[in-house]
């Protein structure tokens, strides 16, 4: 009987390793499904990078512009590109993308194609370039840079007719071949409404396949930046997770149909699906996509990112995480330091693979150089894998000891597709073994959180269902370093009522008292509302305060069948019985930014607020609110 001790496995696994590259593609696994592109594959490389919102809405204080805003008041005091990029590296991104364009129409660069832009604004007297700054300091920083230009122009008179196009498709090669090398462009699903659109002060609605020709635009990026994975149309290179809370589903496989986006498909993918459409799952660290100053106390705080990169990144998508400068076109102090803190204990975490020098055996291997020690040896270009026949092997890691770890993270070899549906993780402690997880897909990477540390000595990976033999690039541990807590911060903006006194003195559904505790994650749900039927709540502010408005934060719990409020009816009073209307509308675009709608009105002494609600903004059975805010004045 031959012997194998721990050191002739490590010798094995050692030669084995040393492999030339050549031995690894002798007899090789034929791909399964799609697979992805080369530009596709350098952005799964990615995991995590910046969006960085910044144009005229962080001057008036919206989310979405009308269009008719005066370039004049672009104008920031304090601009440092170097500042924002510097931050998101801290937070461990590794690239930027820049709005250059938002839905009204104002071009952050100085192009001849539209008077509204940066040109014709006070900053640096008209000779400023933001994207420029925004590059050059990207690239400074070593990390890629890309660009979202919006379809939507609410500004450009000819939006919606063939002459816009003539225009947009301008503005494409402008960026494209004007500001370097580009990892990803970035067109957003908002298209066709209200707008200004040069004075005429209309709704325009299009068909936007038909109207943008998808497949032309995104052609003609792929001309000028070859390796800029385009973002969301059918066609393109990478989706919409579906939702923008940061949430990718679980699985989150990047296999699509092939026929234009639906968002319940978007969030989960399609297992087998024919198109290679792999999920971006974008989201903001604060509420809104622009800065706002009474979000200053609602940044996510460092614990909340950790979640998120677990939602996203180890999902298999890749994070896209919004950060906003403020009026002095800089981040805020705050945001600064949780993104550090994020950075750092990331940084810390990954530093070190803690299943480095373990042996890997397998129940069947395909041949030396896919053997199981592939899974250790720190390349994505290797990988272990079996005969064809074989398609439910396990593979053994024996620890080495006084190791403890929390982390389990799992890669499969990308260019042969998503092979494995479903797998199970077994940890072997006191000479049991217990599975402590199970789940569908790998993908790109599937990040496993123990909810404790385990000093096991052997870990087993067992492919449960799979078309096809697997081919795992890697298994690796880590022990979390946990983030430094950043204290909160109270909110900048003097106008900002406080609601700690306040109290909910009658609403139309039990649970209103979510909509004061200060916690976007609580709401309060109740049926959709009628003109018959409205929904509505009243508020005591607990004294006299002069009111110049109020604001409202839909929730982004995922949820079925629930629907924020398509419009509002405000009222305020004195003494909670004489009651004096304030402001009534449509919220814009709430059922998709999800972002705070904030709405001003005549000052006015009152000490009373009543909200009320007679339609939901999307066909639901529910309505449903996180928060409801006040804003005073002198």
Not at 11 to 19: G, M, N, P, R, W
Not at 251 to 256: I, L, R
Not at 573 to 585: C, F, H, I, Y
Request: glycine share 8%; net charge neutral.
């Amino acid at each position: 009987m031959i012997d194998l001790t721990r050191r002739a496995l490590l010798a094995a696994s050692a030669a084995t390793a040393a492999l030339p590259a050549t031995a690894q593609r002798i007899g090789a696994p034929k791909p399964w499904g799609a697979t992805p592109s080369r530009r596709q594959l350098a952005w799964h490389a990615r995991e995590q990078y910046a969006f960085v919102h910044f144009s005229i809405n962080t001057f008036t204080d919206r989310e979405w512009g009308y269009g008719d805003e005066s370039p004049d008041l672009f104008n920031p005091t304090d601009f440092s590109a170097d500042q924002i990029v510097a931050a998101a590296k801290a937070g461990g991104m590794r690239g930027i993308i820049l709005t250059a364009k938002h839905h009204d129409g104002f071009c952050l660069w100085p192009t001849r194609l539209t008077e509204h832009c940066i040109r014709n604004s006070p900053y640096k007297q008209g000779k400023g370039d933001i994207v420029r700054e925004m590059e050059q300091a990207t690239r400074r920083a070593g990390l890629a840079f890309g660009l979202y230009l919006s379809p939507w122009d609410r500004n450009h008179p000819e939006y919606g007719r063939p002459g816009y196009i003539d225009y947009f498709r301008k503005q494409v090669v402008e960026l494209c071949t004007g500001y370097g090398e580009l990892f990803e462009f970035w067109f957003d699903g908002a298209n066709g409404g209200d707008g200004y659109y040069g004075g005429a002060r209309e709704a325009r609605k299009i068909d936007a396949p038909k109207y943008y020709n998808w497949p032309s635009i995104v052609a003609l990026v792929h001309q000028h930046q070859p390796m800029a994975c385009t973002f969301d149309p059918l066609g393109a290179d990478v989706r919409w997770v579906g939702n923008e809370d940061g949430v990718a589903g679980d699985p989150c496989w990047p296999t699509m149909p092939n026929h234009p986006y639906v968002q319940s498909e978007g969030n989960s993918g399609v297992r087998g699906a024919p198109l290679w459409w792999p999920a971006e799952t974008d989201v903001s660290i604060r509420p809104g996509w622009f800065y706002h100053a009474d979000e200053d106390a609602k940044v996510k705080d460092p614990a909340r990112l950790l979640r998120l990169y677990d939602e996203s990144v180890g999902r298999g998508t890749n994070l896209n995480l919004n950060l906003p400068p403020d009026r002095r076109g800089r981040l805020h102090d705050h945001d600064v330091a949780v993104l550090k803190s994020f950075g750092d204990a990331q940084a810390a975490t990954y530093a070190t693979d803690l299943a480095r020098g373990a042996v890997a055996r397998a129940s069947a291997e395909r041949g030396p150089g896919f053997a199981a020690a592939r899974v250790l040896d720190g390349r994505r270009d290797s990988y272990w894998s079996t005969p064809d026949a074989v398609t439910t092997p396990t593979l053994t890691l024996d620890l080495p000891p006084g190791r403890s770890f929390d982390v389990i993270r799992l890669r499969e070899h990308l260019p042969l597709g998503v092979r494995v549906t479903r797998f199970a993780v077994d940890l072997e402690e006191g000479g049991a073994w217990r599975t402590v997880a199970e789940h569908e897909g790998i993908g790109a990477q599937r990040i496993i959180r123990l909810p404790r540390p385990s000093a096991a000595r052997r870990l087993r990976l067992r492919v449960i269902e799979a078309p096809a033999c697997p081919a795992i690039s890697e298994v690796a541990l880590f022990r979390q370093v946990a983030p430094v807590a950043v204290a909160p911060v109270r909110s900048s903006d003097p106008t900002v009522l406080a609601k700690d006194k306040w109290r909910i003195v009658a609403a139309s559904g039990a649970g209103a008292e979510a909509l004061i505790d200060g916690d976007a994650a609580t709401r309060w749900t109740v049926p959709a509302p009628s003109t018959a039927a409205p929904a509505s709540v009243t508020v005591d502010l607990a004294a006299a305060v002069t009111l110049t408005g109020f604001s409202l934060t839909p929730s982004r719990t995922v949820a079925k069948d629930t629907a924020p409020p398509r419009g509002y009816r405000c009222e305020t009073s004195a003494d909670g019985t004489n009651w004096q209307p304030a402001a009534e509308g449509e919220f814009s675009n709430i059922a998709y930014a999800l972002s705070t709608q904030r709405v001003a009105f005549t000052p006015r002494r009152a000490r009373y607020l009543r909200v009320s609600f007679d339609a939901v903004a999307l066909p639901a059975s529910q309505l449903t609110v996180a928060e409801i805010g006040a804003f005073g004045g002198a």
